[in-house]
Nanobody
Framework: QVQLVESGGGSVQAGGSLRLSCAASGRTGWSTVLGWFRQAPGKEREFVAA????????YYTDSMKGRFTISRDTAKTTVYLQMNSLKPEDTAVYYC??????????????????WGPGTQVTVSS
């Protein structure tokens, strides 16, 4: 079992920044990949970024590159998502997810075994 808890969401004006955190506990081995997904109102959940626990390799959705940065702190077993230059269209519930048997940095949510409850991010214009 893996437990994930997100924090750091909130309301911000366009152009602002937020840093989301995802505290992981339980069976998070070195093969684990941790990913961030988001779901806007009325839309399907979409992949944002992922990071491999072992070596810190990352992967991003093209539209997020340059604005969002995923990182990890292995000592704190926490993954972060630094979000800069936020836009109203970034408004969504952001979810942290873990793939504990990952063979790749997957963008497919069905590959992820465990999910946090989500944290709301609201960007106003």
């Amino acid at each position: 079992q893996v437990q994930l808890v997100e924090s750091g969401g909130g309301s911000v004006q366009a152009g602002g920044s937020l840093r989301l955190s995802c505290a992981a506990s339980g069976r998070t081995g070195w093969s684990t990949v941790l990913g961030w997904f988001r779901q806007a109102p009325g839309k399907e959940r979409e992949f944002v970024a992922a990071i491999r626990w072992r070596n810190g390799n990352t992967y991003y959705t093209d539209s997020m590159k340059g604005r969002f940065t995923i990182s990890r702190d292995t000592a704190k077993t926490t993954v972060y998502l630094q979000m800069n230059s936020l836009k109203p269209e970034d408004t969504a519930v952001y979810y942290c997810a873990a793939d504990v048997v990952a063979t790749e940095l997957s963008t497919n949510e069905s590959q992820y075994n465990y999910w946090g409850p989500g944290t709301q991010v609201t960007v106003s214009s």
